[in-house]
């Protein structure tokens, strides 16, 4: 049984032959022994076996022949006895009636597995999250181990010590990202995910996150390019929320730009009069992205083949990026070709001095009400809430 059910799950023709085949027999059956309504339950078998393997349109189509066979069987034999014409309305009427029931259970059906599908993947989620947290935990908790070895053995020896000094520097910055990463997540899957926005300098937001990462660069003999115009572009955002976006971005810059390589953060105002943008860019020459991985990689604990290889991570990191920015009604795009480097960027918006709707409650962008920005809530209120 177990073989033919995973044939069944793999090939779609052998579904089709198998429910076919069943589906003469039962009408055989029906017509064989002319039993009025008992062969009625039975065609919900080959139906079933359609709906459940090959899905919700192929189960409707065996509806719809599962009650013309059903209509045969009970008009035929009226047929031969010379009562079909007499027969016809109450055979349209039965045929019409077991299509209905049968739709209805191919339906359900289909949202049932549906719904067992969805909690299995969710099931799989949660055991390899905690098999990818357990690893790189225990991975860090390890190397920390190491680290605090060397201090005791070196404890007479300064020099010995400093060394071992960036190392726990880059286990903690390591899973301090993780865990914010985590905790994020689960606040925006929750709805407590909450935001604090008002102006802010974004070069002296990547400055800090550079200065976070560099140790890390200077390793590989990375070039850190930042390229941001005279003019100071203050712009609206939430500051925690955007230092977590940019250390995401950054620090995969680095860690997926092979040595020697370059990776350089850009801030560009959008043309426009007056500006109400800007672009914020974070360029490498590093591995890339193929094509097909591109969706993916912002969905949550994937990661490209090649970026396995290169480095270690959750591939959680972007899909925090987004969501954060997503409720800061902007988007993290893409641009990236394998082995050619990639480029992430998004917009952020500017707010005049004497914008009408500051502290109003309505987008920052002063295009209309931003859906995301709401009332003030009580302190454990689920909505997300902007402020100016």
């Not at 039962?26 to 393997?53: C, Q, V």
């Not at 800090?208 to 100071?232: G, I």
């Not at 997926?256 to 953060?265: K, L």
Request: aromatic share 6%; net charge positive.
């Amino acid at each position: 049984m177990r073989k033919l059910n995973s044939l069944l799950a793999r090939d779609s023709r052998a579904t089709w032959l198998v429910s076919l085949l069943l589906l003469a027999v039962i009408g055989y059956g029906d017509y064989a022994t002319g039993i009025e309504y008992g062969f009625g339950l039975f065609y919900l078998l080959p139906i079933a076996l359609m709906a459940w393997h090959a899905g919700k349109n192929p189960g409707l189509i065996m509806c719809s022949l599962a009650a013309l066979t059903w209509a045969l069987a009970d008009y035929l034999p009226r047929l031969l006895l010379g009562l079909g014409p007499m027969r016809i309305p109450v055979t349209l009427w039965n045929a019409a009636i077991g299509l209905g029931i049968y739709a209805t259970f191919t339906v359900a059906l289909a949202k049932l597995k549906l719904a067992l599908l969805r909690e299995r993947q969710a099931l799989r989620l949660k055991s390899d999250l905690l098999s990818v947290v357990s690893h790189e935990f225990n991975n860090a908790l390890t190397s920390m181990g190491m680290a605090l070895l060397l201090l005791r053995e070196n404890d007479d020896i300064p020099e010995q010590r400093h060394k071992v000094y960036p190392i726990l520097e880059r286990i903690h910055r390591l899973l301090k990202t993780a865990v914010a990463n985590f905790l994020n997540q689960a606040r925006m899957q929750s709805g407590r995910f909450q935001l604090d926005v008002r102006q802010i300098e974004l070069r002296k937001l990547v400055a800090e996150v550079l200065e976070l990462m560099r140790p890390l660069a200077e390793q590989k003999e990375l070039a850190l390019n930042l390229e941001f115009p005279e003019t100071v572009f203050p712009v609206n955002a939430d500051p925690d929320a955007l230092l977590l976006v940019l250390s995401n971005l950054i620090g995969n810059a680095i860690k997926y730009t092979p040595g020697r390589g370059r990776v350089t953060v850009r801030l560009n105002p959008v043309p426009g009069d007056p500006i109400r943008e800007v672009e914020v860019e974070v360029q490498d020459t590093g591995i890339g992205i193929a094509p097909e991985d591109q969706e993916a990689i912002f969905k949550g604990f994937y990661r490209t083949p090649e970026g396995k290889k290169q480095a270690t991570g959750y591939g959680l990191g972007l899909m925090v990026a987004r969501q954060i920015l997503e409720s800061h009604d902007s988007v993290l795009q893409l641009e990236s070709r394998p082995g050619q480097g990639s480029r992430f960027y998004f917009k952020l918006p500017l707010c005049r001095p004497d914008c009408p709707h500051r502290g109003s409650g309505l987008c920052h962008r002063c295009h209309g009400r931003n859906p995301l920005a709401e009332d003030p809530v009580k302190e454990k209120g689920p909505s997300v809430v902007l402020t100016h």
